[in-house]
Nanobody
Framework: QVRLVESGGGLVQPGGSLRLSCAVS????????VAWYRQVPGKQRELVAM???????DYAESVSGRFTISRDNRWRTLYLQMNNLKPEDTAVYYC????????WGQGTQVAVSS
């Protein structure tokens, strides 16, 4: 059974940075495209960034140039470095395959506020 454990969220001021981690267990990891998603209450979950099996990333326009997705296949961990955070980045962040096929983890809350 696949288990996803997201961590690293918190409260940060606008312009600040956070690094999210997602530990993946119970499945192969290196041969799959994976991604970060986020959800604001009352809105649909949206794709933030994805990374393919060759390590090539792709970003939503809203985060391009500010966020960096990376993966460590040895430790089956996905990362999201978030810089120059904005209030509109406030959301619960989740990791999953791309496209989505695993059960969701608990997510990690990111709040950007002064």
């Amino acid at each position: 059974q696949v288990r996803l454990v997201e961590s690293g969220g918190g409260l940060v001021q606008p312009g600040g940075s956070l690094r999210l981690s997602c530990a993946v267990s119970g499945t192969v990891f290196s041969s799959l495209a994976v991604a970060w998603y986020r959800q604001v209450p009352g809105k649909q979950r949206e794709l933030v960034a994805m990374i393919n099996v060759d390590g090539v990333p792709d970003y939503a326009e809203s985060v391009s140039g500010r966020f960096t997705i990376s993966r460590d296949n040895r430790w089956r961990t996905l990362y999201l470095q978030m810089n120059n955070l904005k209030p509109e980045d406030t959301a619960v962040y989740y990791c999953n395959r791309h496209p989505v096929s695993w059960a969701w983890g608990q997510g990690t809350q990111v709040a950007v506020s002064s």
